[in-house]
């Protein structure tokens, strides 16, 4: 089967546990105001199943320290059969994989797919559906919440991460309410708040693409910081003062 690439990462260290080799699929369904990759979202070179698992399995020695396969994007839902063949190839090579995903789409296949995973790295882009509707041009917040639902069903480790973007999401009130949502999987091993930067800025450019943010800032260091404190005051407090938090906002 033919598959589409956007590039190929032989080891890297930020997509997973261990060293690993990443896999950015090309094509995504949503259209973030923040993304970093907007060349990912074009078709990129295809590639053999086959050939590209010959390709990862060169690396094999390298996994031993708890690394192995993470298939990133672009969206790589988008090519979930493909992804699919190959991961059942490497899995019969004893190879981990992880799969690096908005879980924007949830159809019999992703969950096939998702039952290949040894661990998730799943975005929570906002706490709800206007957010997804507003910033991401796509209301898949309930398919996002759905995805957790049957990870947690089919207890899949997963790990969560959150961009933090000044002006849109960057306040102790969002981190609540998306702290809220975490709190309810226990599949959920790690809740991640990364900042927003400026870094793929020339790539909007060199596409011809308008960039949403362009008049925007990357999140500081001490307002990170601030908000990680915030998250892990909030994570470390009675579950139900968050919800009953959530529900004052609510009917604010
Ligand atoms: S899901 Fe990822 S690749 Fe797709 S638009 Fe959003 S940030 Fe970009």
Not at 130 to 153: A, P, Q, S
Request: neutral net charge.
């Amino acid at each position: 089967m033919q598959g589409y690439i956007a590039k190929y990462e032989s080891f890297a260290t930020m997509e997973g546990p261990g060293i690993r080799f990443a896999v950015f699929l090309s094509g995504c369904n949503l259209r973030c105001v923040c993304c970093h990759n907007p060349d990912s979202w074009r078709q990129g070179n295809p590639v053999d199943s086959e050939d590209l698992v010959r390709q990862i399995l060169r690396y094999k020695p390298y996994f031993r320290s708890g690394g192995g396969v993470t298939f990133s994007g672009g969206e790589p839902l988008m090519q979930t059969d493909f992804v699919i063949e190959v991961s059942r190839m490497l899995k019969a090579e004893g190879i981990h994989i992880v799969l690096d995903t908005a879980c924007s789409l949830l159809e019999t296949g992703q969950k096939e797919l998702y039952d290949l995973c040894d661990l998730v790295i799943a975005d929570l882009k906002f706490p709800d559906a206007e957010g997804y509707e507003r910033y991401c041009k796509n209301g898949v917040f309930d398919t996002v919440i759905k995805t957790f639902e049957y990870l947690d069903m089919k207890q899949i480790p997963v790990w969560v991460r959150t961009v933090i973007i000044p002006g849109i999401n960057d306040t102790k009130e969002m981190i609540a309410r998306y702290a809220a949502i975490i709190k309810k999987y226990s599949t959920i091993q790690k809740y991640e708040l990364k900042p927003f930067h400026t870094m793929g800025f020339s790539k909007y450019e060199q596409l011809g693409i308008e960039n949403p943010l362009a008049d925007t800032a990357a999140l500081s260091p001490d307002r990170l910081g601030q908000l990680k404190q915030d998250l892990n005051e909030i994570m470390n407090k009675n579950p139900n003062q968050v919800r009953s938090f959530l529900v004052n906002k609510r009917q604010g």
